[in-house]
């Protein structure tokens, strides 16, 4: 984390939400922008959506830190912006897994940046929608009295583990609030926007963001250590293709956790389409070749396919893992690849709106290793189990 | 309710009796068929090498019949949905039999009915049926431990705790076009001998040579009417609860409220055969205009309000030809009682028609058949 960054502080009254529901109150109200998404309770009371607000009356009750995420925000702005930028200059206040799957889908060219303000926030992580919503009631205090302590244990697995819980880089403002209690908000800008927005609402940067900084690094730390460990430990259960299988076994092949996924965003996904579909006699031959054919078919190929596709954009938001009906952990087994991948390709997602995808970048210099092992230059490389 | 079709023949049904249980026996008719080369493959459960989850399978070896579980109560996938898609490109070229639960098969039905698969070269047989598990059982794992519970309960025709509550609340557990019927329902003597209705000539040709003993008897109908009763019983009871009972626009509001969107109970569903659902066509995605307008009528706009329309388009699609079968409820992430919803719109569309989806190929479908003397008093 850089040191040179500056931050404002806004008082809160010992209530965080509240202080950053002020801020966009005094934000919309000084025209920083015209609108804006963020989660809110529904109306029947049991569950969250996200609401495009202007009116304050509406703002008032809307909840930045909700206890579960039923919808990747990443999703809702790319359904507001993708067929173009709109007159409304809208503020995004997302969790920092939704900030960089809008930068990721941005960079896609599914989400139109130009007039929008993405915001994060510190995220205490969101609660698996299963385990809310069996108690809706009980839900709302675990979460809070969890969100306050910074305790991840009820949260999705993947919050548990999560290293990016803070500022992201390619943001336009990042509010501060980790360590934070009784001081109020830290407003932090990381784009000219941010700048802007603050200077509306007339507020001055300081070199106050010191504290909150330690307080990030340390979480950040301590959550590295958790997700390496994790990582670890699923590989040796995953490896090889049998393990892969074993792992997804249970699958019923509904395809629900790319439809909730924020950076599939293929209006046709190549495993629905008519190439998947094949003749009967096709599906005899396989069967007779392997003991029997599964049914649902290529269940195992759409995971690999999907890793392939998005697992250099996966922001391990474990949107995914809470929507599989068979509870499968399909979240951690993406994040696990998608570190691997995103490490090799030195990419860090949501880092900047500016730095393109890896694979629509070519550098000769690239992947050395691979290419000499394979031509056999390089005989040192041949026969590794990696 | 149509009157059932007259009786194909005039006498009792041919039945097959193997000294086996249920389960062995079906699987030893499985065998047989695939020893004697009558079919070319069979589709059942199966348990899976990997870790013993339950799953579908075609197999085509009668070494391979030894690991399937064709009567196991779990229906990971709604049957239906997947022999359309092996039969959609072309019918079945050689002989194949397909061990699927009532609900199933009247789905199967259906969708033929829409062009969405074929019936040929199939044999199929369906038991009478006393319901399967949920899901979320088998996430568990818990199942295997309440098999001895499921097989009592079989035998006696009661109902069976914990079992999927569609199926708790389900009066079509008779097989209507089965060629083969496994009798399950109170069947005191499941655990010793196999009881199979031989319902059409394809059955009884294909039988032919296998060893077991050949009678002719019916399903014992006050048994049936019995189980029917009890589950009526149950069903209005489950339909009863606060936010089924009206399913006026703001129970609706009120139980979908927890929608997230995913569509999944349309994916999973057998009536939704859709290739490309009208909310993910275009005409469903909006231009920025479309939200700079809402808001500047209510001041906030909730980019989940979809959710109700779908549902209500979906219901109103899927009405006619949805069999009940619970795999919509099974399989939405926020637990919506999706399953009472179909039933009590399905059921009261349906029972409007006239039409019992599923139940027989030659009946056209009710929004296909104009009949010019149909709802006089709405006309």
């Known amino acids: 984390m850089t040191t040179n960054r500056k931050g404002a502080l806004l008082p809160a009254g010992g209530n965080l939400q509240q202080g950053i529901l002020d801020f966009i109150k005094q934000a919309l109200k000084q025209s920083a922008f015209d609108a804006v998404l963020m989660p809110s309770r529904v109306p029947a009371g049991d569950s969250f959506a996200y609401f495009l607000i202007q009116s304050e009356a509406v703002l008032g009750g809307a909840t930045p830190l909700s206890p579960i995420m039923p919808v990747q925000g990443a999703r809702v702005i790319s359904s507001i912006t993708r067929h173009g930028k709109g007159k409304n200059r809208i503020a995004v206040i997302t969790r920092p897994c939704e900030a960089r799957a809008t930068i990721e889908l941005s960079k896609l060219g599914q989400i139109d940046l130009e007039n929008i303000t993405v915001i994060t926030m510190d995220c205490p992580g969101v609660m698996p929608m299963s385990d809310y919503f069996k108690d809706t009631g009980k839900g709302d205090r675990v979460f809070e009295d969890a969100s306050q302590n910074w305790n991840s244990q009820p949260m999705r697995p993947l919050c548990q583990i999560c290293d990016n819980f803070s500022s992201v880089g390619g943001e336009d403002l990042h509010i501060g609030i980790i360590g934070m209690e009784s001081d109020g908000i830290l407003l932090i800008p990381c784009s000219l926007k941010g700048e802007n927005t603050l200077s509306k609402i007339g507020l001055s940067l300081g070199d106050n963001i010191a504290d909150w900084e330690a307080s990030v690094s340390k979480l950040t730390d301590e959550r590295k250590k958790k997700r390496n460990q994790s990582n670890e430990g699923l590989r040796s259960d995953i490896r090889g293709i049998d393990r892969l299988l074993q792992a997804f076994s249970k699958c019923i092949n509904c395809h629900n956790c790319m439809r909730v996924c924020p950076i599939c965003y293929c209006r046709q996904c190549n495993f629905d389409s008519d190439k998947m579909k094949f003749s009967f006699d096709d599906y005899i031959t396989r069967g007779e070749a392997r003991n029997g054919l599964r049914i649902p078919t290529d269940m195992l190929l759409f995971h690999i396919g999907r890793m392939l596709h998005m697992s250099l954009s996966c922001v391990s938001c474990g949107m995914c893992e809470d929507a599989c009906p068979m509870a499968i952990p399909v979240s951690q087994i993406f994040t696990l690849v998608g570190d691997k991948n995103q490490e090799a390709f030195d990419y860090i997602l949501g880092r900047s709106v500016d730095e393109p995808l890896p694979l629509t970048t070519f550098e000769e210099e690239e992947f050395l290793e691979v290419e000499q092992s394979y031509a056999g230059v390089s005989p040192g490389q041949e026969g590794q189990d990696d | ?379």
């Open chain 2, 1 to 379: 309710m149509r009157e059932s079709l007259p009786d194909r023949r005039a006498r009792m049904t041919k039945v097959l009796s193997i000294d086996k249980s249920a389960e062995e026996g079906l699987k030893e008719l499985l065998k047989f068929l695939l020893e004697n080369g009558k079919v070319k493959g069979v589709i059942a459960l199966r348990k899976m090498g990997e870790d013993g989850t339950i799953s579908y399978s075609l197999i085509t070896s009668p070494e391979d019949v030894g690991s399937t579980m064709p009567l196991f109560p779990l229906m990971p996938v709604n049957l239906a949905k997947q022999l359309s898609r092996l039969t959609l490109l072309e019918s079945a070229t050689e002989p194949i039999a397909v061990v699927m639960r009532p609900c199933e098969l009247r789905a199967f039905i259906e969708l033929v009915k829409r062009t969405q698969g074929s019936l040929e070269n199939i044999l199929f047989i369906s038991s009478t049926c006393g319901g399967v598990y949920p899901l979320k059982m088998a996430v568990e794992g818990n199942i295997e431990e309440s098999l001895p519970e499921y097989w009592k309960g079989l035998g006696k025709g009661e109902l069976i705790p914990n079992t999927r509550l569609a199926c708790q609340a389900c009066q079509y557990f008779v097989p209507y076009t089965a060629d083969i019927t496994v009798s399950l329902l109170s069947n005191k003597e499941i655990d010793k001998e196999t009881t199979l209705l031989l319902n059409t000539e394809k059955a009884e040709a294909i039988v032919e040579g296998i060893s077991g003993k050949f009678s002719e008897r019916d399903l014992d109908t006050a048994k049936i009417e019995q189980i029917r009763s009890k589950r009526k019983t149950e069903k209005e009871k489950l339909s009863d609860e606060p936010e089924l009972k009206n399913l006026g626009i703001d129970d609706i509001t009120k139980t979908f409220s927890r929608c997230i969107g995913c569509r999944n109970c349309s994916k999973v569903c057998p009536a939704c055969y859709c290739h490309v659902c009208f909310f993910e066509t275009e005409t469903s995605q909006y231009e920025p205009v479309y939200y700079e307008r809402e808001l500047q009528k209510t001041g906030c706009v909730n980019m989940l309000s979809d959710t109700i329309y779908y549902h209500l388009v979906r219901l109103f699609h899927v009405s006619t030809s949805c069999t009940a079968c619970g795999q919509c409820a099974d399989a939405c992430p926020a637990d919506i009682p999706l399953w009472a919803i179909s039933l009590k719109m399905g059921e009261s569309v349906q029972k409007t028609f006239d039409y019992l989806p599923g139940k027989d190929i030659e009946e056209g479908l009710p929004i296909t058949t104009f009949l010019p003397e149909e709802f006089a008093g709405v006309v």
